[in-house]
């Protein structure tokens, strides 16, 4: 039973010594895998690169209509604006809802407290 058990064991021998040469060396095969590898990752990176750039194509255009629908209610507050500070409007809503009156146009005259000398320089 020995006899039969030695040719199998060098031959299971042999063969564990050609995995670990195999190992001990890059294979076609495994540069291929890694060439592989490295190409699925840059096409990976290109197609992360283009969803980010649909979504802020997507994210300009919202802002976009955004800026239009702001502009036009800065257009309308304008309007509006202008509108309630017509004066005629003011002076109805003062003399109507606040029962303000006109002031009395009287002239009031101003005495003069002050000289003229009080203005000139004085001169060395």
């Not at 060439?35 to 919202?62: N, P």
């Not at 003399?95 to 009080?118: A, C, F, G, R």
């Amino acid at each position: 039973m020995r006899g039969k058990n030695k040719p199998v064991r060098r031959k299971l021998y042999d063969t564990f010594e050609v995995v670990n040469e195999g190992l001990q060396r890059p294979s076609v095969s495994l540069i291929s895998i890694l060439l592989i590898l490295l190409v699925a990752i840059v096409l990976l990176g290109f197609v992360w690169q283009k969803v980010a750039i649909v979504k802020l194509v997507t994210e300009i255009d919202q802002l976009e209509k955004e800026r239009q629908k702001l502009e036009e209610n800065i257009g309308t507050l304008n309007s509006q604006a202008l509108s309630l500070s017509d004066e005629d409007r003011l002076v109805k809503i003062g003399v109507n809802d606040l029962h303000m009156i006109y002031p009395k146009t009287e002239v009031i005259e101003q005495e003069n407290i002050y000289q003229d000398s009080d203005f000139k320089r004085l001169t060395p």
